[in-house]
Each structure stands twice: as structure tokens, then as C-alpha cells.
């Protein structure tokens, strides 16, 4: 089974593709604003890259939220046009869920638990928090305080990663068991074991009414453009 895979609800655009439950290729970049500019690129490289055809595909993966806002429509936009042009599956997986997934995929031996965190702006981040046998406490978005993962931090190792980390690290990072790993990064990649028990299992999703999970309504930004007016 051919899964073609696409992670764009942060700041990093990132393409893969899995075969088999393996990753076959990864192609991914960081730079700021760059999922219109670079995703479809990025689809185009990791299929002639490995010689796949379109027709080859047999399912598409896309991150579906919580993030930007941006950053998701475009994802599963183009996720959603693949599906229906070649009459395959669509797969979401939870943005969160994909962070956590990755963690535990690169740290194997790691047993305490994850806190994925995206920046949602105005002091907010997206939350959750994982084991590695599942989802402890679901998805919300939350001003941090002090305190408020004692929880679970009193139980053991809570490691916070994500872009949103870094501004709770002077709350949370007083407790003992608080861990941050400045060094993660997301990545498609993270879906793949999640993707290939959906598909499995006949978890898809309906190509036509399927919508990100946005988590918090879209505030426009006044506009910084020259020459335009309010």
C-alpha cells in the first residue's frame, strides 16, 4: 500500500511518502509561508523521485488540524483534489497526534508522556497530551499557567515539544519532571503508523465534506500591504 502523506498545519511544509507502513521518501522545508509556494513542488519530487506514478497512490494522509489556519486549508485543499481526481481514500490524522507519534517513533525507549504544543498566538497554545498507548486528555486550546499540568507532571516525565513550547518554558519547566526538546521537529512522516491502521481499519474520510479542524474561529489580520486601505 502506497500512502502519500502531507503535514502543513504549522510553519513546516512536509511531504512523504510510505509504502508498506515504511517511509520511502521525505522532502520538507521550514521556511515561513512556503505551503503555497512549495507543497505541490514537493508532491511532484517525491513521486519522480521514486518513480511513482499518480495512478501508483492508493490513499492520501493530510494533518488535519489543530494550526494554521492557512496552512490547512491549503493541505487538505490539496489533498482533498488528489483524492478526487484519482478516486482514492483521504486519511486525517490529528495534528497533535502526529507530533506525538513522531516522538515516540524517534525516541523508543522513551515511556513517559508527550505534550505536543502549537503556538495558537495571543498567549494560547493548541495542547494534548499523549502515552504511548494512546491520548490522555484531548485536544483544547489554553493560555498557560503556573500549575496546571502538575497533574501530570506529578506522575513522571512530561516532555513538552512543538512550536509553542518554548514560551511556556519559564511556567511549567520549575517542576522537576517538566522535559522540553527544543531540537523536534514535525514531520509527515509521523502518520504513517496512524494512516496505516485507519486505512485498516476503513477510517476515511468523506472527500466532499471533510473540513479541518480549525479548533478556533479564523480573525483576520489588518492588512500591512502598502497602497491598500481599511
Same mark, same amino acid.
Given at each position: =500500500?502506497?500512502?502519500?502523506?502531507?503535514?502543513?498545519?504549522?510553519?513546516?511544509?512536509?511531504? *512523504?511518502?510510505?509504502?508498506?507502513? *515504511?517511509? $520511502?521518501?521525505?522532502?520538507?522545508?521550514?521556511?515561513?509561508?512556503?505551503?503555497?509556494?512549495?507543497?505541490?513542488? !514537493?508532491?511532484?519530487?517525491?513521486?519522480?523521485?521514486?518513480?511513482?506514478?499518480?495512478?501508483?497512490?492508493?490513499? $492520501?494522509?493530510?494533518?488535519?488540524?489543530?494550526?494554521?489556519?492557512?496552512?490547512?486549508?491549503?493541505?487538505?485543499?490539496?489533498?482533498?483534489?488528489?483524492?478526487?481526481?484519482?478516486?482514492?481514500?483521504? %486519511?486525517?490524522?490529528?495534528?497533535?497526534?502526529?507530533?506525538?507519534?513522531?516522538?515516540?517513533?524517534?525516541?523508543?525507549?522513551?515511556?513517559?508522556?508527550?505534550?505536543?504544543? %502549537?503556538?495558537?498566538?495571543? =498567549?494560547?497554545?493548541?495542547? *494534548?497530551?499523549?502515552?504511548?498507548?494512546?491520548?490522555?486528555?484531548?485536544?483544547?486550546?489554553?493560555?498557560?499557567?503556573?500549575?496546571?499540568?502538575?497533574?501530570?507532571?506529578?506522575?513522571?516525565?512530561?516532555? &513538552?515539544?512543538?512550536?509553542?513550547?518554548?514560551?511556556?518554558?519559564?511556567?511549567?519547566? $520549575?517542576?522537576?519532571? *517538566?522535559?522540553?526538546?527544543?531540537? !523536534?521537529?514535525?514531520?509527515?512522516?509521523?502518520?504513517?503508523? %496512524?494512516?496505516?491502521?485507519? =486505512?485498516?481499519?476503513?477510517?476515511?474520510?468523506?472527500?466532499?465534506? &471533510?473540513?479541518? &479542524?480549525?479548533?478556533?474561529? !479564523?480573525?483576520?489580520?489588518?492588512? $500591512?500591504?502598502?497602497?491598500?486601505?481599511?
Amino acid at each position: =500500500m502506497t500512502i502519500l502523506l502531507l503535514e502543513t498545519a504549522t510553519q513546516t511544509c512536509s511531504v *512523504a511518502l510510505s509504502k508498506n507502513g *515504511a517511509i $520511502v521518501s521525505e522532502i520538507h522545508s521550514d521556511e515561513s509561508n512556503a505551503h503555497s509556494s512549495k507543497l505541490a513542488v !514537493f508532491i511532484d519530487s517525491v513521486l519522480k523521485d521514486n518513480a511513482i506514478k499518480n495512478t501508483d497512490i492508493d490513499a $492520501v494522509c493530510v494533518s488535519s488540524g489543530p494550526g494554521s489556519y492557512t496552512g490547512l486549508r491549503i493541505g487538505v485543499s490539496s489533498a482533498k483534489g488528489i483524492c478526487y481526481a484519482l478516486d482514492i481514500p483521504l %486519511i486525517s490524522v490529528p495534528t497533535l497526534q502526529n507530533m506525538a507519534s513522531l516522538y515516540y517513533m524517534q525516541h523508543p525507549d522513551y515511556q513517559g508522556l508527550v505534550c505536543p504544543m %502549537i503556538d495558537a498566538r495571543r =498567549m494560547e497554545c493548541y495542547t *494534548a497530551i499523549y502515552s504511548r498507548d494512546g491520548q490522555e486528555r484531548g485536544t483544547m486550546a489554553e493560555v498557560i499557567e503556573k500549575g496546571m499540568y502538575d497533574m501530570w507532571l506529578d506522575r513522571g516525565p512530561v516532555t &513538552f515539544i512543538g512550536d509553542g513550547a518554548a514560551k511556556t518554558h519559564d511556567i511549567l519547566s $520549575v517542576h522537576q519532571n *517538566a522535559c522540553y526538546d527544543t531540537d !523536534f521537529t514535525i514531520s509527515a512522516s509521523g502518520m504513517i503508523p %496512524i494512516a496505516e491502521a485507519k =486505512m485498516a481499519n476503513n477510517e476515511t474520510e468523506n472527500v466532499a465534506y &471533510f473540513e479541518p &479542524f480549525y479548533l478556533k474561529d !479564523f480573525v483576520a489580520k489588518k492588512s $500591512v500591504v502598502h497602497g491598500l486601505r481599511d
